[in-house]
Each structure stands twice: as C-alpha cells, then as structure tokens.
C-alpha cells in the first residue's frame, strides 16, 4: 500500500512558477512509475507528465513540454514537479500517481490533489 501526499499548490500570476511536491509512504516507492495529472472543471483527467523507475527517462504531454519538469527523489520517497511560465490554461487541480506502467501511467494508488490557479 503506498499514500501519496501533494503540495505546493496555490496561485500564481500568469508567467509565473509553481513546485508540486508529492510525498510516498512506504518503503516499495522506487518500483514504481510515478505521474502527474490534472483535471480542470468540466475537463477529464489527463496525464501531463510522467518519470519511470530510472530517474533518466521522462514523459511530457505536448502542451507543457518545455515548460514543466519532472523528477523524483527516490531516497526522500518524493516526486516533484517544476512548472514555469504558467498559463491560465494550466489552471487545474493536479495529482500524482503510482503505477507499474509507462509512460502511460496506469494508476494503482493517487493523492489527495492540489489546486493550481493560474490568474491571467
């Protein structure tokens, strides 16, 4: 069993920049893929970034690749994300996920989610 805590969100000014940080219990967190997704209202769920078990290998989707920046700490059980240049269209509640798959992350366990608001 794995709980995943995020933090960091808030908001911010068009332009401006955002650190998502998501927080793993237990001891089994370097097995797994780790993502983060986001949904805004009315919106489905969908996937914006992922890192894989090798802190090496990371997945964008087309609309923050450039912007956002994924990466993990395997030793603090924690994943981060970095997002600049924020746009209004970014604005979303975000969540991280854990999961056996990628890039495609099929989620076995989520966090609560926090709210990102991006102000144009």
């Not at 078990?53 to 994924?70: C, E, L």
Request: charged fraction near 15%; hydrophobic fraction near 35%.
């Amino acid at each position: 069993q794995v709980q995943l805590v995020e933090s960091g969100g808030g908001l911010v000014q068009a332009g401006g920049s955002l650190r998502l940080s998501c927080a793993a219990s237990g001891r089994t967190f370097s097995v797994y893929a780790m993502g983060w997704f986001r949904q805004a209202p009315g919106k489905g769920r969908e996937q914006v970034a992922a890192i894989g078990w090798s802190v090496g290998s990371t997945y964008y989707a087309d609309s923050v690749k450039g912007r956002f920046t994924i990466s993990r700490d395997n030793a603090k059980n924690t994943v981060y994300l970095q997002m600049n240049s924020l746009k209004p269209e970014d604005t979303a509640v975000y969540y991280c996920a854990a999961g056996l798959t990628y890039p495609t992350i099929e989620a076995k366990y989520w966090g609560q989610g926090t709210q990102v608001t991006v102000s144009s």
